[in-house]
């Protein structure tokens, strides 16, 4: 007897019960009956699609399958408490049964996933000086074009221009220019989707969401690296500027 996973059942009885149905398996002579059907595991990855498995017992074909046998035991206690519990109630079913390796389903996972987080961790740090450097970019680009519009920004406040009016053309000045280059990165962002999908588990590259949310913080750092200049623009005394050459 044997019994077979839905990955299985889809390929091979696509539109049928696969209960009952009879396989001949190369390593044994005597067709085996599908007893029952469990659902996909994944092994190796949390990407990996599952593909067609049976199971059997081990005792129609002890050898390679004890060589190749997992025991999984679910517990609502912490994993680590009951590791010494279980091996001593499988050495009580068999005293020779050899176990090579115990770990916790977290410690499989993470391990799965180690490759891949330790990718997005580079890639997470080198935004993350991307971000600080487009900041510095624009507090210093904001500050050079106020610093160059000294005297006229005097001019406008000799003349009866409101401080609040001068710092929101400074601000909305910065963010008018972040606003094309979060346009453009959008853009680009969208033309790598794909490779981006290589990393992710359940998240799509072009999910409209994230790319809101990061427009959005985006737009605040944006905001903030503008916010010292509008100040000190807002700030400037008419006087003092008119005397710039």
């Known amino acids: 007897m044997t019994v077979i996973n839905q990955a299985m059942a889809r390929r091979y009885w696509p539109n049928e019960n696969p209960i009952g149905k009879q396989l001949l398996i190369p390593s044994q002579r005597v067709p085996a009956t599908i007893v029952g059907v469990v659902a996909d595991m994944k092994h190796s990855s949390l990407r990996e699609v599952?593909?067609?498995?049976?199971f059997e017992p081990y005792t129609q074909d002890v050898w390679p399958s004890i060589a190749l046998m997992e025991v999984v035991i679910r517990t609502q206690a912490p994993?680590?408490?009951?590791?010494?519990?279980?091996?001593?109630?499988?050495?009580?079913?068999?005293?020779?049964?050899?176990?090579?390796k115990i770990s916790t389903m977290e410690a499989i996972k993470n391990n799965s996933m180690a490759g891949e987080r330790f990718s997005m961790l580079l890639v997470c740090f080198f935004g993350a000086i991307?971000?600080?450097?487009?900041?510095?970019?624009?507090?210093?680009?904001i500050s050079y074009s106020v610093g160059q519009q000294t005297r006229e920004i005097g001019i406008r406040i000799a003349l009866g221009a409101q401080r609040e009016h001068i710092f929101g053309m400074i601000i909305r000045r910065g963010l008018w220019l972040s606003a094309l280059g979060i346009l453009l990165g959008v853009i680009a962002a969208l033309g790598v989707s794909r490779f981006l999908a290589s990393f992710l588990y359940e998240v799509h590259a072009a999910d409209p969401v994230i790319?809101?949310?990061?427009?959005?913080?985006?737009?605040?750092?944006?905001?903030?690296?503008?916010?010292?200049p509008a100040r000190r623009a807002s700030a400037i005394d008419p006087m003092e500027a008119l005397r710039v050459e």
């Open 130 to 141: 991307a971000l600080l450097l487009a900041a510095v970019g624009i507090y210093g680009l």
């Open 211 to 228: 790319f809101a949310s990061v427009s959005a913080f985006l737009a605040v750092v944006s905001l903030g690296a503008c916010f010292i």
């Open 79 to 100: 994993p680590d408490t009951v590791i010494g519990a279980a091996r001593e109630a499988i050495h009580q079913i068999d005293p020779g049964l050899p176990l090579a």
């Open 50 to 54: 599952p593909g067609p498995e049976m």
